[in-house]
């Protein structure tokens, strides 16, 4: 992909250290991102999904002279934090004020954070505003899934990147965290030639991330048409 991966480990690492825990959610689309950042210096970037904001700040550190726009599920939605499990799951536990707090103040430090409460379904009624980098990691569950990757692609620009975090290529039927229709969504785009993607396995832990049956990947999308 004209990527170099040791280059972005190094980066990220000098950011935040060495990644040594199998079950944290830093993953390789952390690297991936930096190297995106080392070979393209998009103008708007739009994140779905903001959930703790770490990865929305990450994103404001790499590319400072980007706007990055940022969206999430009310708080009052059953689906808040919630929206990579089966659809028919609500909300587990309450909230806290305290964790909605210590996600806004990580995201106003940065002046080019633009946060937006709101359910990114609505991004299907959006049509004036396009983004030349977006990050999908909302809704993992079917169909909110594919039509994110669809309004995605929608509202991007034309040679601009898309990137989608936790892509299987296998089936997960067992699993409530999504399956493969993310991928599937993303070879039928492919199949019309209106766009081209990659896969980026998501972790290099050896166990479980190289078995081939649960392996995760992050897509790197571009758009051609």
């Known amino acids: 992909m004209g990527l170099d991966w040791k280059e972005a480990r190094k980066g990220v690492e000098n950011l935040l250290g060495k990644n040594l825990d199998i079950f944290s959610h830093r993953s390789e689309h952390y690297e991936l991102m930096f190297a995106i950042s080392k070979r393209h210096k998009p103008k708007k970037v739009l994140e779905i999904g903001t959930a703790t904001g770490d990865f929305t700040v990450f994103l404001a550190t790499i590319f400072p002279e980007a706007e990055i726009e940022t969206i999430d599920l009310p708080r009052t939605d059953n689906r808040f934090w919630n929206a990579t499990t089966d659809l028919s799951t609500t909300r587990s536990g309450v909230v806290l004020n305290s964790e909605i707090e210590i996600r806004d103040a990580k995201l106003g430090r940065h002046s080019n954070i633009k946060f937006r409460e709101l359910n990114s ?12 980098l977006i990050w999908v990691d909302g809704d993992h569950t079917y169909p909110v899934v594919s039509i994110d990757i669809a309004n995605a692609l929608r509202l991007l620009e034309v040679g601009g990147i898309l990137t989608a975090d936790d892509i299987y ?10 399956d493969q229709e993310s991928y599937e969504t993303l070879i039928q785009f492919q199949n019309t030639g209106l766009i081209e993607f990659n896969l980026v396995l998501k972790r290099l832990f050896p166990e479980p991330h190289y078995n081939i049956r649960s392996q995760k990947f992050i897509a790197y999308v571009t758009r051609k048409k």
Do not use: I
Not at 121 to 131: A, E, M, P
């Open 121 to 132: 379904l609505s991004l299907t009624f959006q049509d004036s505003k396009k983004y030349d």
């Open 169 to 178: 290529a296998t089936s997960q039927r067992r699993r409530s965290s999504g």
